[in-house]
């Protein structure tokens, strides 16, 4: 079971996440959206396309951009469509 957590909360948990690159990518249904908010940013994976961002928002707390997804993965990433990872500071632990 992988759980991302930050501010105290837990953000997502499932034990179905994909790996890739040492990410866990979240199935969006595991993943508490409302903590999130969408981000203007976006960035270019040579391999997996284009990514977008939200950014955590927990007890009164943001984390800008701390979570990115592919809603158009190239076909080498298919795998990782309609999933969610972490980073800057978000905790995700795999037991």
Known sequence: MAIARWNGEIIAES??????????YFPID???VELLAPS??????P???VASYYTVRVAG????????FYADPS???ARIAGQ??????VEVTDS
Do not use: M
């Open 47 to 49: 391999w997996k396309g």
């Open 84 to 89: 969610v990872a972490f980073w800057r500071g």
């Open 15 to 24: 034990s179905r996440t994909t790996v890739v690159e040492g990410n866990h």
């Open 40 to 45: 203007s940013t976006t960035t270019v994976c």
């Open 75 to 77: 076909p080498a990433a």
């Open 30 to 32: 595991s993943v508490r």
């Open 61 to 68: 707390a943001e984390n800008p951009d701390a979570a990115w």
